[in-house]
C-alpha cells in the first residue's frame, strides 16, 4: 500500500474516531453488530467510499470516552454538545502537517441508522498548501450481527483493508513526519 492512501485510511479513521468522541456529553452507543457506513464528500473527485464496521457497546463505549492515545495526540479540541434533534461536534486535529478543523452534525437512533455531516477545512500539508474546504456525510445503517471472521472495533474499508479502532495508536508510526 502507498503511502497516500495510507494517509488517507488513517485520517478517515480519526475522523471516524474524532466524530464518535466525546467530552462533556455521553454520546449514545450504537446498537451492537455490523454496520454499513457510506461517505460521500461533495464537491471532491474521491468516489463514494463504503465501509464496514462491526462493534459492540465496549467498542463504542471506547470510542466515546476518547482512550486512543493516538486521538488525544493529534486533536487539540474536541467538543460534542446535545442539540434538539441529535449533537455537534467540533474537532481540531493536526495529521501529517495538516491541520483540520471539523464542525458535524450527527441525527439518528443509534439503532438502525444515523447520519454525520461534516464541513471541514484543511490547512497546510507537504508543500503547505493553502486551506481547502469539504463537505462529507457519513450515512450509517445497521446491517445485523458481524460477520464470523469479524470482532468488535473492525473496519473494513474499500479494497479490504481491514483494521481495528484499538489499534490506532499503533498507525501514528505510519505517518509521514
Same mark, same amino acid.
Given at each position: 500500500?502507498?503511502?497516500?492512501?495510507?494517509?488517507?485510511?488513517?485520517? !478517515?479513521?480519526?475522523?471516524?474516531?474524532?466524530?464518535?468522541?466525546?467530552?462533556?456529553?455521553?454520546?449514545?452507543?450504537?446498537?451492537?453488530? !455490523?454496520?454499513?457506513?457510506?461517505?460521500? /464528500?461533495?464537491?471532491?473527485?474521491?468516489?463514494?467510499?463504503?465501509?464496514?464496521?462491526?462493534?459492540?457497546?465496549?467498542?463504542?463505549?471506547?470510542?466515546?470516552?476518547?482512550?486512543?492515545?493516538?486521538?488525544?495526540?493529534?486533536?487539540?479540541? &474536541?467538543?460534542? &454538545?446535545?442539540?434538539?434533534?441529535?449533537?455537534?461536534?467540533?474537532?481540531?486535529?493536526?495529521?501529517?502537517?495538516?491541520?483540520?478543523?471539523?464542525?458535524?452534525?450527527?441525527?439518528?437512533?443509534?439503532?438502525?441508522?444515523?447520519?454525520?455531516?461534516?464541513?471541514?477545512?484543511? &490547512?497546510?500539508?507537504?508543500?503547505?498548501?493553502?486551506? /481547502?474546504?469539504?463537505?462529507?456525510?457519513?450515512?450509517?445503517?445497521?446491517?445485523?450481527?458481524?460477520?464470523?471472521?469479524?470482532?468488535?472495533?473492525?473496519?473494513?474499508?474499500?479494497?479490504?483493508?481491514?483494521?481495528?479502532? /484499538?489499534?490506532?495508536?499503533? !498507525?501514528?508510526?505510519? !505517518?509521514?513526519?
Amino acid at each position: 500500500m502507498t503511502r497516500q492512501p495510507l494517509v488517507f485510511y488513517v485520517s !478517515l479513521l480519526l475522523a471516524i474516531v474524532a466524530t464518535s468522541s466525546a467530552q462533556a456529553v455521553d454520546m449514545p452507543v450504537r446498537k451492537a453488530g !455490523l454496520w454499513e457506513m457510506k461517505m460521500v /464528500r461533495a464537491g471532491s473527485p474521491m468516489p463514494e467510499m463504503t465501509m464496514q464496521h462491526c462493534t459492540d457497546e465496549t467498542v463504542d463505549k471506547e470510542m466515546n470516552n476518547n482512550i486512543s492515545p493516538v486521538t488525544k495526540q493529534v486533536c487539540s479540541k &474536541q467538543d460534542i &454538545q446535545k442539540t434538539a434533534t441529535g449533537y455537534v461536534t467540533d474537532s481540531v486535529c493536526n495529521v501529517a502537517g495538516m491541520t483540520t478543523t471539523t464542525h458535524a452534525d450527527i441525527t439518528g437512533d443509534f439503532n438502525s441508522a444515523y447520519t454525520v455531516k461534516s464541513t471541514a477545512h484543511v &490547512q497546510g500539508g507537504p508543500a503547505g498548501a493553502a486551506g /481547502r474546504d469539504s463537505t462529507t456525510t457519513i450515512e450509517a445503517k445497521w446491517l445485523g450481527a458481524c460477520k464470523p471472521d469479524q470482532k468488535p472495533g473492525d473496519i473494513v474499508m474499500p479494497g479490504g483493508f481491514k483494521m481495528n479502532v /484499538r489499534d490506532a495508536d499503533k !498507525l501514528k508510526n505510519l !505517518l509521514p513526519k
